[in-house]
Structures are given as structure tokens and as C-alpha cells.
């Protein structure tokens, strides 16, 4: 049996073992996904005794995504990201790998949505701010990043190719002009709250807010009352565990079964 799971503190709330399961079961394989949780200041240990004791591919969440970096051979995307959330394990040692920003592209083009020569704008220069602005510049978008301190978005736009940034003062001027808008902050977590004033959204624009809890947040409700293509938070939380699924199995991922799981556990999960 090959046995996958997730690293991080806290993780008993995960919605990963759900979907990834649902894959290994669909496709018959002798696999299971369970999660770890290590004290944060046990990380190298957790990493290496996944290592010894045999087990094929961790994913990696808060607080760890940075600090693992250290730990393993590192994929250029990843290292550009400054992030892991894939570890491989193999004859050469554990691999790491960045499957965020892979996740935001692969939910897009799920929906049809065009990248290549199309304005994006990323709200949030954090980690999922890091991994849609990297995903997007590298299929071919031109990213403008807004985030509350102009300083991290400066930071972000000097490391990912064509990429301006300024404050959240600019998304007046910068989304109505927009093909597409990412939601990278929490804003509109279990809130009623929106990053983006809705008088900004229009038809043209298609907006992917990461936020999954709730799945319809407010700026995804207003963006379809402005006419919008909508892109909730799941189909990136999909995704990214796709790419994840397929990089340890080297097997397409039954992506319609492990998004009904997934949609499902949102739906019962308190």
C-alpha cells in the first residue's frame, strides 16, 4: 500500500483526505491519505521519518510551506514561489513541489478562461497571492498585484516576470480595465465581506475568488449579478490536489469524483 498524506498545525479540519481517497478508490488503487501534525518545531523530523518509513508523497500546509523548503530538492517553480506544498518521495530523496499555482491556472482553464495576453489582477501578495501571480505571468497573463501594504506587492512584482503592483486604492482604476480577478486574501472567509467594491465588476471580467469557505462568498455573488464568469474556491482547492494526485501516481486524477468529494465534505464539513 502507498501511503500519502498531509503535513501541517493544525490539519483536523483538512478536506484533502476525502478527495484524495475518492481518486484511489476510483481508479482501484492500494492507497490511502491520512495527516500529520507535527509540533512546528518538529518539522525536519516529521520530514525525515515520512522519508524512512516509506511513505510516497506528503502534502504540506500552514505553517510549513516556507520552512520546508529547506528540507528538500526543491522544482524551480517552487523555489521562485519560495514554497512547497507537494513532497515526492523516491530514490533521490524528497522532491518539492509548488501545485498552488498550477491549481489556479488548471481551475481557469476548467472554465474555459483564456490566460495568455489577458490583464489579471491578483488581490494579496501572500501565499496564494504568490502562487496565482507566478501561475498566471507563466501562462502568459500580464499581473498587476493590489494588497494592502504596497511594500509586500513591490516585493511580489519584482519577482514575477512583466508584473506591476501598488496599493488596493488601485483596483478602481485597474479591474474595470480587467479581463480577470483573483481574490488571493481571506477577505469574505465565513464573512460577509468583499475585497473588491462590486461597482467595479463588469461582464467581461471573470473572477476567481480562493476563499472556499464559503464556496458563493459575496464578491462571487456580486461579480455574477455584474454578468461575470464565476470561478468559486473549491475548483482551485481541486486542482491543486489533483496535480498533487497525479505527480505521486503518474495516473490522470479522476477529477469528477474527487471534485463530488470534495464538494460534498464542503457541504457537511461545520
Do not use: C
Not at 481557469?108 to 496565482?132: P, T
Amino acid at each position: 500500500m502507498n501511503v500519502y498524506g498531509l503535513l501541517g498545525n493544525p490539519v483536523e479540519h483538512s478536506l484533502s483526505p476525502p478527495m484524495h481517497e475518492a481518486g484511489y478508490d476510483a481508479l482501484g488503487l492500494d492507497a490511502r491519505y491520512v495527516t500529520f501534525e507535527p509540533a512546528r518545531t518538529e518539522l525536519e523530523s516529521a520530514v525525515r521519518g515520512a522519508d524512512a518509513l516509506g511513505i510516497s508523497g506528503l502534502n504540506v500546509t500552514i505553517p510549513f510551506k516556507q520552512e520546508v523548503l529547506e528540507l528538500v530538492d526543491s522544482a524551480p517553480l517552487a523555489t521562485r514561489i519560495g514554497a512547497v506544498n507537494t513532497i515526492a518521495f523516491g530514490e533521490d530523496g524528497p522532491q518539492g513541489y509548488n501545485t498552488d499555482a498550477i491549481g489556479v491556472v488548471r481551475a481557469l482553464q476548467q472554465h474555459d478562461v483564456m490566460l495568455d495576453g489577458q490583464d489579471a489582477v491578483v488581490v494579496g501578495a501572500g501565499g496564494a497571492g504568490r502562487a496565482a501571480a507566478f501561475g498566471l505571468a507563466d501562462a502568459g497573463a500580464a499581473v498587476h498585484i493590489a494588497n494592502r501594504t504596497v511594500e509586500r506587492a513591490t516585493e511580489l512584482a519584482a519577482d514575477v516576470p512583466g508584473a506591476t503592483a501598488a496599493g488596493l486604492e488601485s483596483l478602481t482604476d485597474r479591474v474595470p480595465a480587467a479581463d480577470l480577478l483573483v481574490n488571493a486574501t481571506s477577505v469574505g472567509m465565513e464573512t460577509a465581506d468583499t475585497p473588491v467594491p462590486a461597482e467595479l465588476l463588469h461582464p467581461d471580467l471573470t473572477v476567481l475568488d480562493a476563499v472556499y469557505t464559503p464556496v458563493e462568498t459575496r464578491l462571487l455573488r456580486d461579480a455574477a449579478a455584474a454578468g461575470a464568469t464565476t470561478v468559486d474556491g473549491a475548483w482551485m482547492l481541486l486542482f491543486q490536489g489533483v496535480e498533487a494526485f497525479e505527480q505521486w501516481t503518474e495516473t490522470d486524477a479522476p477529477i469528477d469524483v474527487m471534485n463530488e468529494a470534495l464538494r460534498t465534505q464542503l457541504q457537511t464539513s461545520p
